[in-house]
Structure formats: C-alpha cells, structure tokens
C-alpha cells in the first residue's frame, strides 16, 4: 500500500493544474510572465504553467526603482573599458529594444510611463570623471542616434542643478533625456492579467526545490514534495538562479531601497544616477526613493538573502541629506531589497539550452526593466521551437 503525506495532491488537482503541462516556467516576474505571454501567442493549444516560490514575485520585478533606462554616461564609459564598442553598443541596443517592446505591450498607462529624463549627478570630487563622460557626449550621441533615432540624447544640464535643489551640493548634471520612470507593481500585475487572459496557469507559493530530467521530460519537485512533470522547462529567477543552478556563472546581488513619506512641495522631478549608477534616485509623487550602494560591501551584498544593513542605510540617508535633499526636512517611510542577478564577465543575459528540456532566461546586470520582456520573449521562442 502506498503511503501519501498529509498535503499529497487530489486526483482533481493533478488533472486540473498538473496534468499534460507543455512548458513550466519557474519565476512570475517580468522575464516569466512575458516568456508564458509569447508561447500562449505563438502556439495557443500549449499548456503554460508558471510557477513562484513567493506570494508575489520574490526576486527583482516588483523590488527595483522602476527605471525606464540603457545606461548613464559613466555606466557606459565603464562598459566601454571593460567589454569595448561593439558589447557595450550591441547591449545598449537590447535595452531599447526591450523598454519599446514593454511600452507597446502593456502600454504607457499601465505601466504609469513618465518621460521626464535622466540625470547624472557629479559632485566637486567627481570633475575629472564628468569632464571624461562630456568628452565622450558627442560619440555617445552619435551610437545613440543610430540606435534611438534621436538626436543629442545626452545634454549637459547643469542650468537645472537649482530648480531641483542640488546648488552647493551638485557641481554638475548630464541629462538624459530619452530615459523615463515606471510603477513596476502596476507592470507586474498588468503582465499577470494578460498572462492569464491569454490562458496561462500561474501558481504562487510554490517554491521548487530540485529538477530531474527524464526521457519525456523534467520532473520539478517541490518544496512541499510535489512531483511535477513538464515537456520542458524555462527557469527565470535571475538572481535567484543560484538556487536551482549555481553551476551558472549568475551571482546574486543585494540592492537596499529606501522610501521617504510625502514631501510637500517636493522640486525633484526625474531619475537620477551617481557614483557610475551604483547609487540612484527618483521621486515617486512627491517622494523620494533612493537605493543602491552595493559596491560599498561586495562581500555581504552579493547575497540572495533579503535585508538592510547599517552602513548601507546610513550612507542612502547621508545622500539625501548632503546632495539630493538638502535643507528639507524629510521622514523615512519604510526599507525593502531586491536581489539582481548580474556576471562575473559581462552584462549581456544568459539565453540558452542547458540540457535537452532544461531552457534559462537569466541575469538582467541590473537592467530588468530595459530587458526583462525581451529577454523573456527570446527563452519562449527558443522553446516554442523545440515544441
């Protein structure tokens, strides 16, 4: 006689929710819910199961800043020296390509979509790295030009530095004025309503545990002793990736965001990068939300574990205190992190086949909101073509 633990699955679950998947896709964030959304519109008869380990999306989607953005100055002149043109400008050109696709797919309100640019913010210690960046505007412009198809992108906007507050704090800012600012909550949830119209099945607090291939297929067992069969698989957890595949050159890494409550009479309007984008800012209505720091503690923020620190908290309010807010009295409202997923070699993501069911879709480099859709729509055209 066969013994069953006391949460084993009905007959009517089985064949309701488990029965002749086609696809299982780990991860309901923007990568997951937008690969389920290609498959259900290239092949409509495939049975789409998503799976996510947490009530809601538990990785980056619904935890980042909501940036519309390809990069700052410095973050380019960066990628430049590291990787060289023809990475640097390849991967530039998939970041836009992504944020129009995820524009024209869930549409600027849903998305609550505001184009009011991007700045680089420097201070009196920074003028040798701002006069790099504006020596190198003009070649920017001219990538951007071809890949954009808008002319000087980039602007020196010091003129502004006054109407946002920043005078005696800021020395300089470079505007960009392609970037823009979304609600990724809004995004996320827009993505589950049309993942679902299309006839997706998505399933939260299923956290799975282990992956087995088979002759037919990958077996997924669960957290809670599940055992789930699928024709193939296509993991999207990014940095969370580690967990099920840490062979994966995909290394986990904690950003801590704090929230202010309302500002009256807020003047800053926008996003704002500084320190080559390891530190990063917008107003959300009249708050502000700030984040980042990482590379101040690389040994305890590559992590896939969710939390703040002290000295990470301490230097995000110094921030507003000494460059962004300055004389304004403001109140933290409340902390969250996300954990990114970004390469020890490279920003481009991870697309490829690991074994004959196994598909991944992973490591955004901090760019989730640029390249997520994309990347998403790519892992489901690789499986669709191996269905």
Same mark, same amino acid.
């Given at each position: ?64 800043? %909501? ?46 979509? *505001?184009?009011?640019?991007?700045? *680089? ?80 099945? /998505? ?8 992956? *087995? ?9 669960? *957290? ?10 296509? &993991? ?7 967990? =099920? ?35 990063? &800012?917008?107003? /959300?209505?009249?708050?502000?939300? /700030?984040? %980042? ?6 040994? @305890? ?8 620190? /002290? ?8 921030? =507003?205190? @000494? ?50 859709? =994309? ?13």
């Amino acid at each position: 006689m066969q013994q069953t633990s006391s949460n084993s699955l009905s007959f009517w679950e089985r064949d309701t929710w488990f029965h002749n998947t086609d696809v299982a896709i780990i991860g309901a964030g923007l990568v997951g819910l937008s690969a389920a959304i290609s498959l259900k519109t290239a092949k409509p008869a495939l049975k789409v199961l998503v799976l996510e380990r947490g009530p809601l999306p538990s990785g980056a989607s619904t935890k980042n800043a %909501g940036f519309a953005c390809f990069g700052s100055p410095s973050e380019l002149l960066d990628d430049l020296d590291l990787f060289g043109e023809e990475i640097t400008w390849e991967t530039v050109a998939m970041r836009w390509k992504g944020l129009k696709r995820l524009r024209l797919l869930l549409g600027d309100e849903n998305l609550a979509y *505001e184009g009011l640019g991007g700045y *680089e913010v420097f201070r009196d210690s920074d003028k040798d790295l701002y006069e790099a960046c504006m020596e190198k505007v003009p070649e920017f412009n001219r990538q951007l030009r071809d890949i954009i198809g808008v002319k000087d992108v980039f602007q020196q906007a010091d003129p502004q530095i006054s109407s946002f507050g920043f005078k005696g704090c800021a020395r300089n800012m470079i505007l960009n004025t392609a970037e823009g600012q979304i609600h990724t909550g809004k995004m996320v949830l827009t993505l589950w309503r049309k993942a679902q119209e299309a006839g997706v099945l /998505i399933l939260t607090g299923l956290s799975v545990a282990s992956m *087995e291939n088979k002759e037919q297929g990958m077996v997924l067992c669960t *957290e809670n002793n599940w055992k789930l069969k699928a024709r193939k698989v296509l &993991l999207c957890t990014n940095g969370l990736t580690g967990k =099920l595949l840490p062979e994966l050159e995909v290394i986990p890494a904690r950003n801590q965001v704090l929230i202010t409550k309302p500002i009256p009479g807020l003047p800053v309007a926008g996003c704002f990068h500084y320190d080559k984008g390891y530190f990063y &800012l917008r107003n /959300i209505g009249n708050r502000i939300l /700030i984040g %980042g720091g990482r590379h101040l503690a690389p040994d @305890t923020e590559r992590t896939s574990d969710f939390g703040t620190t /002290i000295p990470i908290q301490t230097k995000l309010r110094e921030l =507003l205190d @000494t460059v962004f807010l300055p004389g304004i009295a403001w109140k933290e409202d409340y902390w969250w992190s996300g954990i990114l997923g970004i390469g020890p070699s490279g920003k481009k993501p991870i697309i490829r086949w690991i074994d004959e069911h196994l598909a991944v879709a992973v490591r955004m480099g901090g760019m989730g909101v640029a390249i997520g859709s =994309l990347v998403g729509a790519h892992g489901a055209e690789l499986v669709s073509e191996a269905l």
